[in-house]
């Protein structure tokens, strides 16, 4: 018997069945670009899923065509998140604290926040079209998500260089190679195996899922959540900074950037 709970944001739909809460990013005529309301949605799906006894497992999953173009660029125009408590924040701690193990399905690109959350997923199904990009220079901004830390330590520095310093994508056979995608599929099939893994992990005890997860994590959870810290400062700062205003009115004015006087 499935439960769907309308969370007030239909941009973000949840449903959870069989012990599996499943949050679905479903805005994709904005290729599901991430609103301030559709991270406070997230967050709040986090909380109740990690507080329910009867939820094991969390999946993050979009479309078959994109997972997510990042944040939405109008609501970094008009609703900075200025504050360590904006929903963005908000979601970044609560995934990166969620006790119960995480899995990501992704198709198509995945930009910006739409890669640097899956540094905090447990396990990653990748479509083969999927397609990362932390494009955060480009925009005038700096990473996110701890993905300072993260990205170097998996990836290595000199290719995180190249992916948060020059901004350029890689693809899912990369992204297999460094260890952030665990499966390649057809995208068609990508949100049946993650939800198949799912039940896998719903399957065995939860004590067992919550203090595994722990100890793999514990050795830097602090570190993480300082760095998310961090950065969030810096982010929030370089919002309002010439570099950035241009990068975003260069985007809703469909043109190339200028950054020559910034
Ligand atoms: N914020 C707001 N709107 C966005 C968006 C975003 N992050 N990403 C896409 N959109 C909008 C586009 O402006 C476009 O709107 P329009 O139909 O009014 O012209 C619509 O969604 C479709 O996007 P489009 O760029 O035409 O799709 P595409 O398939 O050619 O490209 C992407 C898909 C994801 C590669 C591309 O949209 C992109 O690079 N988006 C910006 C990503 C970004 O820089 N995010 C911020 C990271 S911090």
């Known amino acids: 018997m499935s439960d769907l709970l309308n969370t007030p944001n239909t941009d973000i739909q949840t449903h959870t069945e069989a012990g599996v809460t499943t949050i679905t990013l479903n ?6 670009s991430i609103t301030a309301g559709m991270y406070a949605a997230m967050a709040d799906a986090l909380v109740t ?24 660029i ?36 995945a930009v910006g926040i739409g ?25 005038g901004l700096c990473p996110e998500a701890a993905s300072s830390l993260l990205v170097p330590q998996m990836m290595g520095y000199h290719r995180a260089a190249e992916a948060l310093l020059l ?16 499966r390649i599929v057809p995208p068609a099939q ?16 939860l004590t067992s899922l919550i203090e595994t ?21 810096s982010f929030g700062r370089m919002l309002s900074e010439p570099a950035a205003r241009e990068a975003f009115t260069a985007f809703m004015e469909k043109r190339k950037p200028d950054f020559s006087k910034v």
């Open 49 to 72: 899923a990690a507080a329910d006894a009867s939820v094991r497992v969390v999946v993050f999953q979009g479309h078959e065509t994109i997972f997510s173009a990042g944040n939405d």
């Open 213 to 233: 997860k722990r100890l793999m994590k514990s050795g830097q959870a602090a570190r993480v959540t300082a760095q998310i810290k961090e950065e969030a400062v």
């Open 27 to 32: 805005r994709v005529s904005r290729k599901n």
């Open 115 to 139: 890669t640097t959350m899956l540094f905090h997923c447990d396990l990653v199904y990748a479509g083969d079209n999927a397609a990362f990009s932390m494009p955060f220079v480009n925009l």
């Open 190 to 205: 990508a949100n049946a195996l993650a939800q198949a893994q799912a039940r896998k992990l719903a399957a065995k005890p």
């Open 167 to 182: 901004g350029e994508p890689f693809m899912v056979e990369a992204a297999l190679e460094v260890g952030l995608v665990n």
């Open 74 to 109: 109008g609501d970094f125009l008009n609703a900075s998140p200025s504050t360590q408590d904006a929903p963005v924040f908000r979601f970044l701690h609560g995934l990166s604290d969620f006790p119960k193990p995480v899995i990501a399905s992704v198709c198509g690109p």
